[in-house]
């Protein structure tokens, strides 16, 4: 007979990735802190120089996804620190391109030094090998919530 309270105090899967993902971001957020930066933020630049420092509102509230009004406060906290730039697109004149100011690129160049030394402590004791399997797992449960989600979308 299986012991109902080992069951019912085990977190489950979704719980403890949950959790792990909320310890990760609370621990870079305290380190972040320092520069001015809150989780909003810091992606934020993490993600536009990911893209090459350059793009529309539009593709960055894409790829961080997020709706665009929710992306237009942590775009204006930024370029109040003088951390990004945002100007009328050339070819378009309805669209706002954003690019990371000088500042904006010394800025991250402190955030990717805390970064990779947050990850190296929060993954120690995990060899590569552990760390490819944990991430293809990690992928394969993106990609299945994702089929799963457009197979919703489908039937409506």
Known sequence: MIDDSVVLNKPSL????????RLWRTVADSELAPLGLTHSRWTLLWKLRGLNGKVSQ??????????LPSLMRTLKQLETQGLINRHCCHLDKRA??????????NVLTEIEGLILLIRSDLLAGID????????????????????RLGDHNNLE
């Open 14 to 21: 979704a719980e403890q990735l949950a959790r792990s993902a």
């Open 58 to 67: 539009k593709t960055l509230a894409k790829a961080l996804e997020i709706e």
């Open 96 to 105: 706002r391109i954003v690019s990371i100011t000088d500042a904006g690129k």
């Open 128 to 147: 590569d090998a552990q760390l490819n399997i944990f991430q293809s797992v990690i992928e394969r449960i993106i990609q299945n919530a994702i089929n």
